[in-house]
């Protein structure tokens, strides 16, 4: 089999500051390829959808202002619009799926905002379709964490927490909503086997830590969350803007420590998922 690991656009064109996020999708690429594997990072360029880009594709990802931000029921509009657009998570496994590609890494997940409107990220009810194996550090901390637990419950999703029993929330390690622990990666690739021969819908979806050395205190993470969604109230930025607003804002009140934090996760995700790949490889080899 081909060692292919799926790697999301919407983190460069949305998700980290400029030349910053076209500098850290090049270091990602390279990870995969340093760890025997294949990046192929998806988006739609033009109203073409990609799975794997060029250089000067990925740098114009990153630097132009008409970037669309697609989920997948944003996907048709994009083509038919002709336009440039980065792939959400649920955009990248519909796509990935689509190109045989079983191991997605990205940084966190959509989920349930606690703001007091029903909004509700498309991640989740793709990870309950799309049959992968999708490594990340958990739902972004910002999120109704309890919320987004009990939905992807709901919805059938596999979850798994890699060397922890409690799930990790992007910049915290953990916080107080237990998760099944598994311990090597061998384990992973067998409960997706068994989906596999079983033809069971959904996503394992692997929760990954952030290394230690790079969390940032649930506390002091809670105080800029806060001054955050503050101003996101007086912004009244709605839908898939959200996110991207909140995401700079705690940026812009860290002094940048949540971009660095946000890099290592991406990069420890990166790694695991590529172990993940292997491992499959080496599992399809022997069946």
Known sequence: MEKIVALESTVIAHGLPRPLNVQVAQQ???LVRQRGCEPKTIAIIEGQ???GLTLDELVQLGMRDDVMKVGV???AIA?????????TVSATMRIATMDNIEVFATGGIGGVHEIQKWDVSQDLVELSRTRMIVVSAGPKSLLDLRSTIEMLETLQVTVL?????????????EVDVPVQRIDSVSEIVEIYLEKCKSNLPGSVLVFNPIPAE?????????EWDRRAKEELKRSRIEGKAVTPFLLAKLAEISNGRTVRSNIELLKNNVSLACDIVNELARRRGSL
């Open 49 to 51: 959808i990609r799975v």
């Open 73 to 75: 029921a944003e996907i």
């Open 79 to 87: 083509l038919a619009k002709k336009a440039w657009a980065a792939t």
């Open 28 to 30: 990602l690429e390279n």
């Open 214 to 222: 790079y969390e940032i205190n649930e506390e002091l993470l809670s």
């Open 161 to 173: 927490g890699y060397r922890t029993n409690k799930m990790p929330a992007f910049y915290v390690r």
